[in-house]
């Protein structure tokens, strides 16, 4: 009894200092879900999830990465490792039209983009850099480690830092590193070490609607991971730390369901949500009712638990809120929005900023780049910033560049080029431009292929080289269609229902990536050289074997030695008789009796010698 006694009170000890270890340290973490869904007017259906996880500690000090709760662990050694400040990794698969679908919640290029701002204390940036992209590569299964000093750019002023910094970071760029990999392929290899950096992983919570089979056979599909400090009061007296993790799927519901626009969670995801994730502090999902009109109108089952009205800079919409902490029911909550006519398409209105980028030439020597950027904006210019990467193989010549706006010359604001070395750096071209009210502005821009050695043409040569999207950064004077979370907290719900005064608005856009081909060299020109080299040294190496190690010996030549001799040759043999014993010990006594008369010859010639 004692020994049980003694047994029983260490149990309990331990579990009073894990439970007290738990509390002092779940304390530190909050974690918050969300889920928004948008029926676009070109039929579309936008989804977006939002996993917010807010840690309360200095990212400066190393020593608070030490216990893990809510927080990846996984992630939270790396940023500790390399010294990072903030972090921003987005693997997108499509193209986000912006003409069409609107401003996105988060945007992102075609492939991989990742850029990095490290902590002031970094000794060696570069190798920090180029430490901490093997790192996440090997993290997100991805092909971040092809991303090297030929294709790493520093802007001066794109990319700048989101979260709570000091006014070093804004003068200085040194401690950014941007790239981006524009041919990456994103599958579920990317989605399951993704969605293992979650608390629940896809066990439960809104994750659970994670289908890679369905999520990954649609127009738009994006992975993004946000890591930034910020403060949790006005004066920024308490840090914390922030990672926000977001996907984006768009599904186009008629070619899915045979022409009908009725969509529902089971139809786009092929299952429900079951529940909450039991550690998050909030779960929320929000469907997007502004556009369901009396001439248009659609019902949305079941009955959400609220309904809400966001105001941001002049637009207003309305909500429908599943608030899945309240959700009761012992089934899958299947949220399905059905119209009860036929659907009305309308023809989508243009946001005020979008891009447009394409090549002009053709032949395989030179060429140009230009992009068209649009403003809608009837009354107010705008000012943005115009940031193109391109690799060394595409060889910019820069007293080309020309800005017309409206059959006009427009003179940049600001402009910063870098010309790009061979194998070592690429060329960068950033401006700030001003857009007068509803003009197409033009920036085109010749340039001249490289040739490549044989050896750096990829397997699929002959489908081309793919550059890089131009970035777009400008901030809105309106929030008309706009869905971004504010620069305070990533999470939507505050954005949307909480920050009804922000007067600024933050957007950054993409322009589509560009197929370029360069000279490929006749590969099948080394085979043709590997074969008549071969077909030489053997007839050589042939030629001399035989001359030293051939045995030459005369012949015949009244010896016949076709196929027909060799066959009565054969036959002959084989008629001939074998000879009987008598005439084999006759022979031999001959043989013997001879042998005899020599060898006595051979004596009496001796003796005569002798004699003599």
Request: with cysteine; proline share 6%; aromatic share 10%.
């Amino acid at each position: 009894m004692a020994v049980c006694w003694r047994k029983c009170g260490t149990v309990r000890m331990i579990f009073l200092m894990l439970l007290i270890v738990g509390v002092c340290y779940g304390n530190q973490d909050n974690f918050d879900e969300e889920l928004y869904i948008k029926p676009l007017s070109s039929g579309h259906v936008y989804t977006h999830f939002q996993f917010t996880t807010t840690w309360d500690i200095d990212i400066h000090d190393q020593s608070s990465f030490v216990h893990y709760n809510l927080f990846p662990k996984s992630l939270g050694q790396i940023i500790n490792k390399y010294s990072v400040q903030e972090l921003h990794l987005s693997l997108t698969q499509g193209y986000w039209r912006h003409d069409k679908w609107g401003y996105p919640i988060l945007s992102a290029p075609p492939g991989a983009e990742l850029y990095v701002w490290f902590q002031e204390n970094t000794i060696n940036i570069d190798e920090s850099w180029k430490e901490l992209v093997n790192a996440l590569s090997g993290l997100f299964c991805a092909s971040l480690n092809f991303i090297d000093e030929a294709i790493t750019i520093i802007p001066q002023l794109t990319a700048r830092p989101n979260g709570a910094a000091s006014d070093k970071y804004s003068r200085n760029s040194a401690y950014l590193r941007y790239a981006s990999l524009p041919r990456e392929i994103v599958c579920t290899e990317n989605l399951t070490p993704w969605k293992k950096l979650l608390p629940c992983d896809s066990k439960a919570g809104i994750s659970t609607l994670f289908n890679a089979i369905q999520m990954y056979n649609t127009n738009f599909h994006s992975l993004a991971v946000h890591l930034r400090p910020v403060c949790k009061d006005p004066s920024c007296t308490s840090p914390a730390l922030e990672l926000s993790q977001s996907l984006s799927v768009v599904f186009d519901p008629p070619i899915r369901e045979h022409g009908k626009q009725d969509w529902s969670l089971w139809k786009l995801f092929g299952r429900g949500v079951k529940g909450p994730c039991p550690v998050a502090s909030s779960s929320n999902v929000y469907v997007d009712i502004t556009d369901n009109t009396t001439s248009n109108p659609a019902q949305l089952s079941p009955e959400p638990h609220s309904v809400m009205t966001s105001s941001r800079g002049g637009d207003t919409r309305l909500y429908a809120v599943y608030d899945m902490k309240q959700w009761t029911g012992q089934k899958q909550l299947l949220i399905a929005m059905k119209w009860t006519g036929k659907h009305q398409y309308t023809d989508p209105q243009p946001p005020q900023i979008h891009v447009h980028r394409f090549v002009t030439g053709y032949g395989q020597d030179k060429g140009g780049i230009t992009c068209l950027l649009y403003n809608h904006d009837p009354e107010k210019y705008q000012s943005v910033i115009y940031l193109d990467t391109v690799p060394w193989f595409i060889r910019l010549h820069f007293h080309t560049l020309k800005i017309e706006s409206n059959n006009m010359i427009l003179k940049p604001d600001w402009v910063k080029y870098i010309p790009g070395q061979d194998r070592s750096r690429a060329y960068m071209l950033e401006m700030v431009l001003t857009l007068p009210p509803s003009s197409t502005t033009s920036i085109s821009i010749d340039f001249e292929r490289a040739f490549l050695k044989w050896t750096e043409h990829p397997p699929d040569a002959n489908i081309g080289f793919h550059i890089s999207s131009a970035v777009v950064s400008t901030v809105l004077h309106h929030g008309i269609n706009y869905t971004s979370p504010d620069q305070t907290s990533a999470r939507l719900a505050q954005s949307m229902f909480s920050n009804t005064n922000q007067k600024d608005f933050f957007i950054r856009l993409y322009s589509e990536i560009l197929l370029i081909q360069l000279p490929v060299p006749d590969f099948s020109m080394p085979y043709n050289v590997i074969c008549l080299a071969c077909t030489v040294v053997a007839i050589a190496f042939g030629s001399l074997h035989n001359l030293t190690t051939r045995n030459f010996s005369p012949l015949d030549p009244n010896k016949k030695t076709g196929l027909k001799a060799k066959i009565s040759a054969l036959f002959s043999k084989l008629k001939r008789k074998p000879k009987s014993e008598e005439e084999k010990v006759t022979k031999g006594k001959g043989e013997k009796v001879k042998t005899q008369e020599r060898e006595g010859t051979t004596g009496k010639d001796t003796l005569a010698e002798g004699d003599s």
